[in-house]
């Protein structure tokens, strides 16, 4: 019931907001002559610069930001199940990449012709965290790079990177309340509502990139949405404190900038 | 069942774990005691799916090497041979996964779908590391942890209380339900017997009344080809009479005919005998007078 309701809302939202962004038939061009359908997830990349670990705080910060980095491969499962593809489960995923034993930089740019062989997949889905942000009590900022590429050409498939952004509300006080849903969210996995609140931004950046993608050629829908509007390689993705989600198009080099620099 | 299921998938994914809480932290520290939460978790959901007429690409895989990390060598092995059964696309990397965890159960093709009993999973034996040790004996020290433990509890308990009470209900329900159901099916049938004589009655007249209008029609018909056959007889007697009446003027005709023709030549035999006796006579009287001027000479 959750999934059906985040995915209407991320569809009706789709539709109105990019009403002049570009169509899937041309950003994904690659993915319907292709038609991949198994996907494996490969275990997050995570850029983002830690502090050295000379307090608590800093010790919990890092493993905070090691399990939400963590998390973010989780993520990405059940948008690509819901659009028809076959995700491989992280657990089987990363038995397979250990006894691959390629480096993200190889996964990314050299041959991997062999995962099709050896394992029949038919492209891999490579996360990247770049940075984390946090510009008030109440927010939190990440910079992610989502990439699918083709095991069979090597041809990237698609390529997103997203600047999420997630506001809570705050009392009179200034300190954060939390929402119903998220409030259900760290009642159900018992996480500290930081790490929480990063993994609610991840698993919406996620569905929202994911579910963008053509739906697989196994489903009778294929084909039937390539006029609609794909989401832009660059764009920001803001969670308000009402729950609403706004989407726009991001300048590459304004990303750049405040992603790559301190 | 397989494929009710196969065909329900299509339409529901399901959800891979129903708490994304026990892998996150496999995954980020991985000890047994959270290898066997993790287990826990995907068995419920799991079952969870069954239940809903679903399955979720991967969880039975995922799932199975999770019992085999666990020792469970034989119940991992239907788990990833349920995998290939559901979805043929991931034989090949199921196939590594048996290889890497079940080598020995490699030809071993048995697959079972059938609800997976959690319980079980209790019986494992897992080694908690110090840190889970401390950490399970101060959750367990605390007196917040120890009253929510007894609110689930009774929680729990009021719960399977109201499932019996209303599976209890929901028999009673379905029993009553049956009776009416029962007595209406008689009823209906009762109603349809009553009706299927009617319409045999109703046909059986309507088939009588059908025959009686044949047979006048049939007589109509006879009486309409003797009419028919009279009336072609006199036509044709009429026509015989005119037939013979047209012969006999042609006879007469042709009668008329010869005897003009006969006059006629006749007429041309008289005709050229005057002619023969002129020509005579002329014969005659030109010798005569050849002969005077003969004599004359």
């Known amino acids: ?262 | 069942m397989a494929t009710a299921l196969l065909t329900a998938s299509c339409y529901n994914e399901g959800t891979l774990v129903n708490n994304p809480a026990p892998l996150l932290q496999y995954q980020h520290k991985p000890t047994e005691a959270r290898l066997l939460t993790l287990a826990k978790s995907y068995a419920e959901a799991i079952n969870q799916n069954l239940k809903d007429q679903v399955i979720h690409p991967g969880q039975y895989a995922d799932y199975g090497v999770a019992l085999a990390k666990l020792g469970l060598q034989e119940q991992a092995n239907v788990m990833f041979n349920n995998e290939k059964t559901f979805f043929p696309n991931s034989t090949k990397y199921v196939e590594f996964l048996k290889r890497t965890y079940t080598p020995n159960l490699f030809a071993d093709n048995h697959f079972d779908t059938s609800k997976i009993d959690v319980k079980a999973l209790d019986s494992i034996r897992v080694e908690y590391t110090p840190e889970e040790l401390a950490a399970q004996q101060e959750l367990e020290a605390d007196p917040e942890y120890q009253k929510m433990l007894k609110l689930q509890q009774l929680e729990e308990k009021e719960a399977k209380a109201a499932a019996v009470k209303k599976a209890r209900e929901e028999r009673a329900k379905a029993k009553k339900a049956e009776r009416k159901a029962q007595t209406k099916a008689r009823e209906k049938e009762k109603r349809e017997k009553e009706q299927a004589k009617k319409a045999a009655e109703k046909e059986r007249a309507k088939a009588k009344k059908a025959e009686q209008k044949a047979k006048e029609e049939a007589k109509k018909a006879e009486r309409k080809a003797k009419e028919e056959a009279k009336k072609a007889e006199i036509e044709a007697k009429k026509a015989a009479e005119k037939a013979a009446a047209d012969a006999k003027k042609a006879e007469q005709k042709a009668q008329k005919e010869a005897e003009k023709a006969a006059l006629k030549a006749q007429k041309e035999a008289e005709k050229a005998e005057k002619a023969a006796k002129k020509a005579q006579k002329e014969a005659s009287k030109a010798s005569q007078e050849s002969d005077v001027e003969a004599e004359d000479e």
């Open chain 1, 1 to 262: 019931m959750k999934h059906t309701t985040i995915f209407i809302t991320l569809i009706s939202l789709l539709l109105v907001v990019s009403c002049k962004s570009e169509k899937k038939v041309t950003t994904y061009e690659d993915l319907y002559k292709e038609q991949p359908f198994t996907i494996l997830i490969a275990p997050t990349q995570d850029n983002t610069k830690r502090p050295q670990e000379k307090s608590t705080q800093d010790r919990v910060l890092n493993e905070e930001l090691d399990m939400a980095a963590t998390f973010l491969q989780q993520s990405c499962v059940e948008p690509l199940v819901s659009q028809g593809y076959y995700a491989i489960p992280p657990l089987a995923g990363n038995t397979i990449l250990q006894k691959y034993n390629k480096s993200y930089r190889e996964l990314m740019q050299g041959n991997i012709t062999d995962l099709h062989s050896l394992y029949g997949i038919d492209a891999i889905l490579l996360v990247a965290i770049h940075k984390w942000k946090e510009p008030e009590v109440n927010e939190v900022v990440v910079f992610a790079e989502y990439t699918l590429r083709s095991v069979k050409t090597g041809q990237e498939l698609m390529h997103t990177w997203v600047r999420g952004d997630k506001l809570q509300p705050v009392d009179d006080k200034g300190e954060p309340i939390e929402l119903a849903a998220d409030y259900k969210f760290i009642q159900t996995t018992q996480m500290e509502p930081r790490l929480a609140h990063r993994c609610l931004l991840l698993q919406g950046m996620s569905d929202f990139a994911l579910r963008n993608m053509p739906t697989s050629a196994s489903r009778w829908m294929f084909k039937q949405d390539q006029y609609t509007s794909a989401n832009p390689n660059f764009y920001s993705f803001l969670m308000n404190p009402d729950g609403s989600i706004e989407r726009e198009k991001y300048n590459e080099d304004a990303f750049g900038n405040e992603c790559f620099t301190d």
